[in-house]
């Protein structure tokens, strides 16, 4: 039987924000992030690296929380849907995947937010090609990605216009 | 508000963060609940020792089948299920014990000290086996031969005489395989037990049917039962009846007197299943030298799994709907469920009609070609007129078939490129039909289906209370479109207060396509009802709201309406299994696929799908048209990648990595028409478009292979080994298709 590990108290680079939690260190990013910061905007659907729900930006890139242990992100940037909006302005993607409708049960919602929105900063004039593969590792069973991949177009073209 | 693309009314939450689902849920004092999961297919158990387990560090209660000894099944006519396996294990993965504990991997390493003794069965795993006698039953209550679980024997007009009226006679087998909803969010159910009454939040699409089934497994009033559902991480019919580990949470939640949590991993999802069926099919069509159906004998087989589900609608499902697109004077019907050592197949999107639309469908194309008909021309004029009765006595008001082809077909110019593009080019057509909403609950009572209560405060704040589930499809929306159009608000000023049974009266629940229409209906009936006070104080309807309400609440007291829906009661004529099929409506659909097939690869890809819809009336197009996307999205992954198989005994592909779904690379385009037929009963005309969407999609796949390699698969799903074994089975075929094309 494994024991179960003390916690470790670590500071973390969170939504902006400099917190300290302390958790289990087998602890995946996922798991602290959902039970020991209570932020449960971050999804779970597999929980193997298989499905994308679970996509936060780790220093502005995409990356699966189920696969990271919340140990190795100390000194890291974490950006989790709740961190996406700024000042109760939405991210021009958020926006568009409500103008759109892009979002149905909306569980895959914020993994799918957060890798568009790191495709929006890296490259502000994606194709349909380029939105199609950068979101090829988030899966969705409602939208067949139309709504998500016309919601990323628009969004890139929101953003330009703010430019 | 109706007929516009509004946001839906979740849609900040959801793209915040915000949205609760039942695992982001917690309460003070939660324990963790783990299901120890059979690893025999079919087996006695002998012995359950929980000695061990119950001494690991953190665990505060284990569960057996000895504590909750009562039989339960979603229809009343297959209560052959209980929480925990009692007496005997059926597939690899059905429940047997719960460790509940302080967190969840105290749980899980719990799991391993239980100790089970099994004396091994030998296993029944395809149709072909269930139909033998000389293998051990499954269910040994059963009187029915082999390891039939349900038979259904259905004849209508004289289908003698049809086949003997028929210039040509068509004989074909198809095969449909099993697949599942695979639902982003895994299942989930928190339970509470707290002054003698018992609260589950879960993510079911049917907490009305929860509550009824967990009063009787748990044996307490219904009354000291609540059941939420929050918001759902996609159902697609997944989600629809009542699952061990919500039934285990209540019951260990009253055992220790603590709130517990029991979240499904993926895999664990794969063993709950409820999944589409696998069905094998005959077909029989006698036809007219013009292509006039004569008589049509069907034929299916369905691989149930180990338990009823809600296979006995699933077998009827499969022979209920053919009449309801085309005209056929005779048809006969005969079904069969087996029970094999699988997770249990149920209703997955379609339910039971995508089988047996493939087999349709595709036949009708090779119908067509043989007699040298346009095959679009050809089923314009084969298909049911609106506003008249099938063979099988369905009820049918609005039909938009001969529209939606129409539509897809001047879209995609498919007369013009049927049979004239290069080789491995090809178009493909079919048509569909599905309900909106079952006629008949799943339990005989003669109270509404659905019913809703509106509230208006005299803040100028309407709330509309009602049973519906939201699990993605937009019902809550629905709701609040419907209310503040009757009401002339704003949907921003509508709450929606819904899946909760002590809050909300009863709606059936988020299946059979029923929620807009039925629950639509029911809203509609109570806002009108709080319209009429309101209009009685203001008629000109010319102060602002919020003080026609105080006007209305100061002359009536609180403002109150109440609604409802029944569905009619001449939907169906009056024979055994006349209780599935009948709809107050049907919604039709038309899909067009161009694909192109790489003949040394087997690779099929799709250059396009283009469907038309009959919705009756728009209510928010662009919600519409994601459920379009949606269905043909799925009904894409049907007919290429998604696949429930089994190695031996077990599932092969429990995770979402090898059960192929489709990303957004793999998902074609898709042009989406609506057609609107405006029904004279759905709420402001309007019919279902969930389901029906996805049934056409994988036959015009089929036919547009057909068309490009002139193979006819008659087997899914269409995976480059099949198609490179079809063709090379087909050389000839191959050879004279290439010298006929250009």
């Known amino acids: ?163 | 508000m109706i007929g516009k693309r509004l946001p839906r009314i979740d849609a900040y939450a959801k793209a915040t963060g915000q949205a609760v689902y039942a695992d982001d849920m917690a309460l003070p004092r939660m324990l963790f609940g783990k299901l120890l999961r059979s690893t025999r297919a079919h087996a006695q158990i002998v012995r359950i020792d929980c000695s061990d387990a119950l001494r690991c560090p953190g665990v505060v209660a284990i569960a057996d089948g000895s504590e909750l000894p009562v039989r339960y099944g979603i229809l009343p006519s297959s209560q052959d299920e209980t929480v925990f396996a009692i007496g005997k294990v059926r597939y690899v993965g059905e429940p047997i014990a719960a460790v509940v504990a302080e967190d969840e991997l105290l749980a899980q390493q719990a799991l391993s000290r239980i100790r089970v003794e099994y004396a091994p069965l030998p296993s029944v795993m395809t149709i072909e086996d269930a139909l033998r006698d000389d293998l051990p039953k499954i269910h040994e209550d059963s009187r029915k031969a082999g390891n039939v679980h349900k038979e259904a024997h259905l004849v209508f007009g004289d289908l003698e005489a049809g086949f003997a009226a028929a210039d040509h006679v068509f004989e074909d087998d198809y095969f449909y395989e099993g697949n599942t909803h695979a639902a982003m969010e895994e299942h989930s159910a928190l339970a509470q037990c707290s002054d003698g009454k018992i609260t589950i939040w879960t993510s079911s699409q049917t907490p009305h049917y929860l509550h009824r089934i967990a009063a009787s497994v748990l044996d307490v009033p219904a009354a000291r039962l609540r059941i939420v559902a929050p918001f759902i991480g996609g159902g697609f019919g997944g989600k629809t009846e009542p699952f061990h580990h919500e039934l285990a949470a209540a019951h260990l939640a009253r055992k220790t007197g603590r709130p517990v949590k029991f979240t499904l991993t993926r895999e664990e999802v794969f063993y709950a299943h409820r999944g589409r069926h696998p069905v094998k099919m005959k077909i029989k069509t006698g036809v007219k030298n013009d292509g006039t159906i004569t008589a049509c004998h069907l034929q299916t087989w369905l691989d149930g799994g180990a338990y009823g589900s809600y296979g006995i609608a699933s077998t009827y499902y499969t022979g209920a709907l053919t009449p309801v697109t085309y005209e056929i004077p005779a048809y006969a019907f005969d079904g069969c469920r087996v029970y094999t050592n699988k997770p249990p197949c149920g209703p997955k999107r379609g339910h039971g009609t995508p089988q047996p639309r493939f087999a349709v469908e595709a036949q009708l194309d090779k119908i067509a070609d043989a007699l040298g008909l346009d095959a679009a021309e050809y089923r314009k004029r084969i298909a049911v007129e609106p506003h008249s009765r099938s063979v099988n006595g369905l009820r049918i008001t609005s039909c938009g078939l001969r529209e939606c082809i129409d539509a897809v077909s001047d879209r995609t110019h498919y007369q013009r490129k049927h049979a004239a593009l290069p080789l491995g080019r090809g178009i493909g057509l079919a048509a569909s039909t599905y309900m909106c909403g079952a006629g008949l609950p799943i339990y005989w009572n003669a109270m509404p289906h659905s019913a809703a209560i509106v509230k208006a405060d005299r803040g100028g704040g309407v709330t509309v209370y009602c049973g519906v589930s939201e699990c993605g499809q937009g019902s809550q929306n629905m709701l609040a479109v419907i209310v503040a159009e009757t009401l002339g608000i704003d949907t921003k000023d509508v709450s929606v207060c819904a899946g909760d049974t002590d809050l909300a009266p009863v709606d059936l629940g988020s299946y059979s396509s029923r929620v807009t229409f039925m629950a639509g209906n029911a809203a509609r009936q109570a806002a009108d009802s709080v319209r009429a006070q309101i209009d009685a104080v203001d008629p000109e309807r010319t102060m602002p709201f919020p003080q026609a309400v105080a006007l209305a609440e100061a002359r009536f007291g609180p403002l109150v309406g109440v609604g409802s829906y029944t569905p009619p009661k001449d939907l169906s004529g009056d024979y055994k299994g006349s209780g599935v099929g009948p709809s107050p409506a049907y919604s039709y659909s038309a899909c067009v696929a161009e694909v192109s097939v790489d003949l040394e690869t087997g690779r099929v890809d799709i250059e396009k799908i283009t469907l038309a819809h009959d919705i009756g009336r728009s209510l928010n197009p662009a919600m519409v048209e994601g459920q379009i996307e949606g269905g043909v999205y799925m009904g894409v992954g049907e007919a290429f990648f998604e696949a429930s198989t089994f190695r031996d005994v077990l599932h092969l592909t429990p995770n979402l990595l090898e059960y192929k779904t489709p990303t957004s690379l793999d998902t074609p385009d898709v042009d989406t028409i609506i057609v609107e037929t405006d029904d004279p009963e759905g709420p402001f005309g309007a019919k279902e478009v969930g389901q029906g969407p996805l049934v056409p999609i994988v036959p015009a796949i089929a036919n547009a292979i057909a068309d490009a390699i002139g193979v006819r698969l008659n087997a899914t799903p269409f995976t480059p080994e099949r198609i490179l074994k079809a063709v090379a089975n087909n050389d000839r075929a191959l050879r004279l298709h290439a010298q006929a094309k250009p």
């Open chain 1, 1 to 163: 039987m494994v024991p179960t590990a003390s916690k470790v108290l670590r500071r973390l680079r969170l939504n902006g924000a400099s917190v300290e939690c302390a958790f289990s260190p087998n602890k995946t990013l996922l798991e602290v992030l959902r039970e020991d910061l209570g932020l449960t905007g971050t999804k779970h659907g597999c929980e193997l690296g298989q499905c994308g729900a679970c996509t936060v930006l780790i220093d502005g890139e995409p990356q699966l929380a189920c696969l990271l242990l919340a140990v190795d992100c100390e000194d890291r940037e974490i950006l989790t849907i709740e961190g996406l909006a700024k000042h109760g302005r939405l991210h021009p993607l958020q926006k568009a995947f409500i103008d759109t409708g892009a979002t149905q049960c909306g569980y895959c919602t914020p993994g799918m937010i957060l890798s568009g929105a790191a495709l929006l900063s890296a490259n502000p004039n994606p194709t349909k090609e380029d939105a199609k593969a950068a979101l090829s590792g988030n899966l969705c069973r409602c939208t067949g990605y139309a709504k998500i991949i016309e919601a990323v177009m628009l969004a890139a073209e929101a953003m330009r216009h703010d430019r």
